[in-house]
């Protein structure tokens, strides 16, 4: 069975979508300081964005692994249980940093945004779903996966900076009881 790193690198379509928009470069896998989990667990970077971001594997183990996205600002998140479930989400709402509130209106005015710049963005969107042989939640779906993943298991992934040993904040949290989170 062929890795899904190998797949992404293999299929041009989808390696160029997770590149932009997505904002996943496979090689790029250094942090902008030295971090690790509050675990004592290692991490392993696995790729990089443009603003300085990080998503590490943590654990050991192969693409199953949890994957933690943290940011060149000192915020840090469970995003996925695996690889190819953070695939899915870069895929579906590669725009998921502009949803704070994981709303399907947030999502769709991100969306708009995006594909002002790039109107074939959906097109391109399903080749590199089917290049990767992936089928795709709904950006709704996709988002509340994204904060179940976080607020849940995430609650246990705790990133530190190396040196300082101070703890990165969350960027994703729990809704509040009671509180609206749609529109």
């Not at 041009?12 to 928009?21: I, V």
């Not at 991100?110 to 074939?120: L, R, S």
């Not at 992936?134 to 994204?146: H, K, Q, W």
Request: hydrophobic content about 40%.
């Amino acid at each position: 069975m062929t890795s899904m790193i190998t797949a992404i690198r293999e299929h041009e379509p989808a390696a160029d979508f997770l590149l932009w928009p997505g904002d996943f470069d496979l090689d790029r896998t250094d942090h902008v300081e030295d971090v690790r989990l509050a675990s004592g667990e290692p991490l392993e970077g696995l790729a990089g964005d443009g603003s300085g971001g990080t998503y590490f594997f943590c654990g050991k183990g192969g693409e199953e692994r949890p994957i933690l996205y943290a940011d060149s600002e000192g915020g840090a998140a469970l995003v996925a249980i695996g690889l190819p479930e953070l695939v899915r989400l870069l895929l579906t709402v590669p725009w998921w940093r502009d949803c704070p509130r994981f709303t399907a209106q947030e999502s769709q005015e991100a969306a708009e945004e995006y594909m002002e710049d790039e109107p074939d963005l959906l097109a391109e969107r399903d080749a590199a779903a089917t290049a990767l042989g992936i089928a795709l939640p709904t950006e709704e779906e996709a988002l509340a996966r994204l904060r179940e993943v976080a607020t849940g298991p995430g609650r246990e992934y705790i990133l530190l900076n190396a040196v300082e040993g101070t703890s990165y904040s969350s960027l994703i949290t729990a809704p509040r009881a009671g509180a609206e989170t749609e529109g």
